[in-house]
């Protein structure tokens, strides 16, 4: 029974380091929020804008699937 009361006294000792752990990291990240959030307003960063060319999307759909059709039948034979 000794055994038992030990492993209980060291389960209840980890959990309850874990669950510390946990609660500390929980509003130590809640706090590190809001000072970021106050020092972005003060140093906002630059914000670049990225220009991005449109794609072309082949029009002619009938034309790939025509190719795909040829691919196939070389495949086969």
């Known amino acids: 029974m000794n ?5 209980l006294a060291l389960l209840l000792i980890g959990m309850g380091t874990v669950l510390a752990f946990l609660t500390v990291l929980i ?6 929020s809001k000072i970021v959030g ?6 906002p960063e630059a914000v670049e804008e990225v220009k991005s060319t449109a794609k ?5 759909v009938d034309e790939a699937i025509a ?4 691919a196939i039948m070389a495949k086969r034979s």
């Open 56 to 60: 072309k999307v082949a029009s002619n």
């Open 3 to 7: 055994n038992f009361e030990n492993g």
């Open 67 to 70: 190719v795909a059709i040829a």
């Open 27 to 32: 509003f130590a990240m809640g706090i590190m």
């Open 38 to 43: 106050w020092l972005n307003k003060i140093f």
